[in-house]
Nanobody, 120 residues
Framework: QVQLVESGGGLVQAGGSLRLSCAASGLTFSMYAMGWFRQPPGKEREFVAAISGSGASPYYADSVKGRFTISRDNAKNTVYVQMNNLKPEDTAVYYC?????????????WGQGTQVTVSS
């Protein structure tokens, strides 16, 4: 079955950086667009970034544009998000997700999430 496993979350001070990873198995990774989402405490889940199966055409939520970079390594079945200049409002559980469509309007598979906490 499809598994997506996120890692790399943690506690960081404002202005710091983190890189999240999501390792995928059980699917032909290069055929899937991958996305990152987050759910801040007490709020709805929101889109962060997405990238096509080939690694082209990344797109971002306005709130993270210029600070976050999504990338993927199809040889390692892994997608990443590099998060720089983190702000307290970036505190959330971060999820990766996979979609057979790009641009993706629906993601079929989800990871379990990794916590990112940014202290002020």
């Amino acid at each position: 079955q499809v598994q997506l496993v996120e890692s790399g979350g943690g506690l960081v001070q404002a202005g710091g950086s983190l890189r999240l990873s999501c390792a995928a198995s059980g699917l032909t990774f290069s055929m899937y667009a991958m996305g990152w989402f987050r759910q801040p405490p007490g709020k709805e889940r929101e889109f962060v970034a997405a990238i096509s199966g080939s690694g082209a055409s990344p797109y971002y939520a306005d709130s993270v544009k210029g600070r976050f970079t999504i990338s993927r390594d199809n040889a390692k079945n892994t997608v990443y998000v590099q998060m720089n200049n983190l702000k307290p409002e970036d505190t959330a559980v971060y999820y990766c997700a996979a979609s057979p469509r790009f641009p993706a309007n629906r993601f079929d598979y989800w990871g379990q999430g990794t916590q990112v906490t940014v202290s002020s």
